[in-house]
């Protein structure tokens, strides 16, 4: 659930939380903190500096608004800036209304083309088209074979030429093939290459030559470090092409490459692929991975639907409790109340500056969000407001009266008690500080 | 290739073929020392603008920011002390700095065949080169005199036996490709076999998975569990195969699979790119794993011993 990131980030808001304006003195270290998260993400050297220095040049001398904090207005500008980068929202590939649309992949070994072109082929032939998928891949052992295997899946025909050498005819005759039978969507499925191996680069530019796709998609690892600028320069340089597909991203790599490539070349990411099964193609959202490629703390979502949805003066008042130690059951059930409204209540909490390492190891379900209301209904005036009363038969009676067991019940107290040990070592560690930061995500 | 000479231990590479993995680091142009020494050339003395431009050259070939802050951080250090601040001795430390950390870890790279079948077991995520490898490995045991057999426990790529068919051909090996579905009944079935006609090595391919698929993982343990239940001494080796254009989540890789079944090795690919794969410094660092072999080319001779001091003057050319 927590990133490390997030912790990283908890430090640097930290650090100018509490600041009028952004000056270079007090976001240079959230910067460079920064420049180091993006490293760590895979984002090309070159491509992080130039991204720092955006970023800085957009945020300089911004005067940060009361409701705001320095640390939130910094990080928005951050997480817009890579969203912008990362590109619009799911760019679509070109289908020809008439005649045959031509799509052909290119990428380095073992990034995920094959794959993808049968995944492709499904989703298009599930649109109504009539695909054939191209054998193109002469080389690498058993490729044509896995295609044909990958086609049957799927039921889409695959064309190969046996004992053929040479991907352009191949291409070339796929395509003649496609007429004939009226077939109207053809996907070439090409070798890997290494973007300096001359040789097999002409021989790719070369079947584009002949086939003049309608589409031509760069396949990428999202897994893939700092090379990724050269690659993509190099296959856009002597291929060209018109869109990217990001593959692997069931895994865990953070996909600073994105914005690396996306650095380099002006095309569009037009799908992501996340498994091994046929099923698992998926369209890009630039927000999305902009958030990956920060970390799963995904302080701005919270920033935004904070503001909202929070009712300013209630948070205050809910700050001065919290300030006071005074948090009770009543202020938790608002509280509660206020997260229904805004999603998953662990996922938010976590979100916090200041908070995500410290409810690292509280266990909060989602799903006990609405017994949790229950249960505190259930509860006196007197109770809610000290909750040190609630021993074994109030305890037994609010179970009943909720339609709960007493070991629910009791799992909550624990709980509550958690987090009251939790506030009380943030006001500690912010000396109350912290708290203008925390107000304004509504939950102190 | 050497052929075994009545000794009961054997370098996989007897003569590693130097000149063959300089070829294959300096396809690349900008690879780190030459770099170095094309951007550091031209001045006499190191200032902030080398450091930087150092600090270029590490993050570029993926060894991470924390090395790379660390190594910079020394060389500043140690320079201050130094009375010659020539780039030339700039370059002998970051050289020496670079080559204690890959050496580390020892790596003798001997094999113990006085219990057989040897057993080596490929692992990593989807498209790293295991197969590649596993033919690779193959060819070179058989040039060596061993007898090799291959299981084919990738059970679930689309023509994962046929590709690894083409490569045990190749080599000229054996290849047990059953048509379970149960990768773990294939290594059982390997080793039986092997037990059966005396085979030396056996190299057991798996199907490539990401760690974050926790059932795929679970399979990986299940299929070290089963050889081990055989043979209580294997397998003698783990290797894990990591992509050399692979960035900083390489050592997430590594950390995940661990906990299903410890690499003992690590086998970099994709070195003939222009990637560096400078990722291997975090991994000895943190892991304490040694890189045995690098693949540097999709070719059956393509793979190649790795020495850290050689590794090291491959990447500084001349
Ligand atoms: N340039 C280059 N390509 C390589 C190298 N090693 C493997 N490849 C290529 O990378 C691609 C994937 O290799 P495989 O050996 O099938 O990889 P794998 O890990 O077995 O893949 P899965 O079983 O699908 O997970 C193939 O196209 C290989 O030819 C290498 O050292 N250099
Ligand atoms: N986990 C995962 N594996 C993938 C994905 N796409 C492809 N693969 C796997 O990556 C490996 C290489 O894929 P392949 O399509 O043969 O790559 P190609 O060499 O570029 O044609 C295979 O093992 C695939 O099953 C993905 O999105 N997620
Ligand atoms: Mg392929
Ligand atoms: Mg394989």
Redesign the pocket.
């Known amino acids: 659930m927590f990133e490390e990131l997030t912790e990283k980030f908890e430090r640097i808001l930290k650090k100018v939380t509490g600041q009028g304006r952004l000056s270079e003195e007090n976001i240079s270290e959230t910067l460079r903190e920064i420049r180091r998260v993006l490293l760590d993400a895979d984002v090309n050297y070159k491509v992080a500096k130039q991204f720092i220095e955006d970023v800085k040049v957009k945020a300089l001398g911004k005067e940060v608004i009361t409701s705001i904090t320095p640390g939130q207005l910094i990080t928005k500008i951050i997480y817009d800036e890579l969203t912008r980068l990362l590109g619009s929202n799911g760019a679509d590939i070109k289908l020809n209304s008439s005649g045959i649309t031509t799509i052909m992949l290119i990428g380095l070994?073992?990034c995920g083309k094959t794959t993808f072109s049968a995944k492709l082929a499904g989703l298009l032939k599930s649109k109504k088209r009539d695909v054939l998928l191209v054998a193109a891949d002469v080389y690498?052992p058993a490729a044509v074979n896995q295609l044909k295997i990958l086609g049957k899946q799927i039921d889409v025909p695959v064309f190969s030429i046996d004992s053929c050498m040479e991907p352009v005819k191949i291409a070339e005759e796929a395509i003649e093939y496609a007429r004939q039978n009226k077939l109207n969507t053809v996907i070439i499925d090409t070798a890997?290459r290494?973007h300096i191996d001359e040789e097999m680069m002409q021989e790719a530019a070369a079947i584009k030559a002949k086939v003049n796709p309608t589409e031509t998609l760069f396949v990428v690892d999202s897994m893939t470090g700092q090379d990724a600028v050269n690659s993509a320069k190099a296959f856009h340089e002597k291929v060209d092409f018109d869109g990217i597909v990001i593959t692997k991203l069931d895994g865990d790599s953070r996909g600073g490459c994105v914005l690396s490539i996306r650095s380099v070349v002006d095309r569009p990411v037009k799908f992501v692929s996340t498994g091994e099964k046929l099923d698992s193609i998926e369209v890009f959202y630039p927000d999305r991975l902009a958030s990956r490629i920060l970390g799963k703390g995904d302080i701005i979502s919270l920033v935004e639907k904070a503001q909202k949805q929070v009712d300013e003066k209630e948070a205050e008042e809910l700050q001065k409790k919290i300030l006071s130690n005074k948090f009770d059951f009543d202020d938790f059930l608002k509280q509660i109340k206020m997260l229904k409204k805004m999603g998953s209540l662990k996922s938010i909490i976590s979100m916090i500056p200041g908070v995500g390492s410290a409810i690292k190891n509280v266990d909060i379900d989602d799903k006990q969000l609405i017994k949790v209301e229950a249960i505190i209904q259930s509860m006196t005036k007197e109770e809610r407001r000290n909750p040190k009363i609630l021993n074994g038969s109030r305890r037994k009676r609010i179970a009943r009266g909720s339609g709960n067991t007493i070991q629910d019940v009791n799992r909550l107290i624990k709980q509550f008690n958690e987090m009251q040990k939790m506030i009380k070592m943030i006001n500690k560690q912010g000396g109350g500080r912290g708290m203008l930061n925390l107000k304004k995500f509504g939950l102190n | 290739m050497n052929q075994l000479n009545g000794t009961k231990k054997m370098k996989l590479f007897k003569n590693i073929n130097f000149s063959k993995l300089k070829e294959g680091l300096s396809k690349t142009r900008e690879n780190l020392f030459n770099k170095i020494s094309e951007t550091i050339s031209g001045k006499a003395k190191v200032d902030e603008e080398t450091l930087e431009e150092l600090e270029e050259i590490l993050i570029t070939s993926d060894i991470g920011s924390q090395i790379a802050e660390e190594i910079i951080e020394k060389a500043r250090a140690l320079f201050k002390k130094e009375t010659d601040r020539s780039v030339e001795n700039f370059r002998k430390i970051i050289k020496e700095e670079l080559e204690s950390l890959l050496n580390q870890v020892n790596n003798n790279g001997e094999i113990d065949l006085s219990k057989k079948p040897y057993v080596i077991v490929i692992i990593?995520v989807?498209?790293?080169?295991?197969?590649?490898?596993v033919g690779k490995l193959a060819y070179n045991f058989k040039k060596s005199g061993l007898r090799v057999k291959i299981g084919s426990a990738?059970t679930f790529?689309a023509a994962?036996n046929d590709?690894l068919e083409v490569w045990a051909k190749k080599a000229g090996v054996d290849i047990i490709s059953t048509n379970s579905k149960e990768p773990s009944a294939v290594a059982f079935d390997t080793i039986k076999s092997a037990q059966k006609d005396g085979t030396d090595v056996v190299i057991i391919d798996t199907?490539?998975r990401l760690h974050t698929h926790k059932n795929l993982m679970d399979e990986l343990n299940k299929i070290h569990r089963v050889i081990n239940n055989l043979l209580p001494y294997a397998p003698n080796e783990v290797l894990m195969?990591l992509d050399g254009t692979a960035g900083q989540n390489a050592v997430r890789q590594v950390e995940e699979f661990e906990k299903y079944t410890k690499p003992t090795g690590i086998i970099i690919?994709?070195?003939?790119?222009t990637a560096k794969g400078g990722v291997i410094f975090r991994i000895i660092a943190e892991k304490q794993i040694p890189v045995k072999y690098i693949?540097?080319?999709?070719g059956i001779e393509?793979l190649q011993d790795f020495s850290p001091q050689e590794f090291i003057e491959a990447m500084f050319g001349n």
């Open positions: 070994q073992g690498r890997g290494l | 990593g989807n498209g790293s080169g295991k197969t590649t490898t990738d790529r994962a590709q199907a490539g195969v690919t994709k070195l003939d790119g693949g540097v080319g999709e393509d």
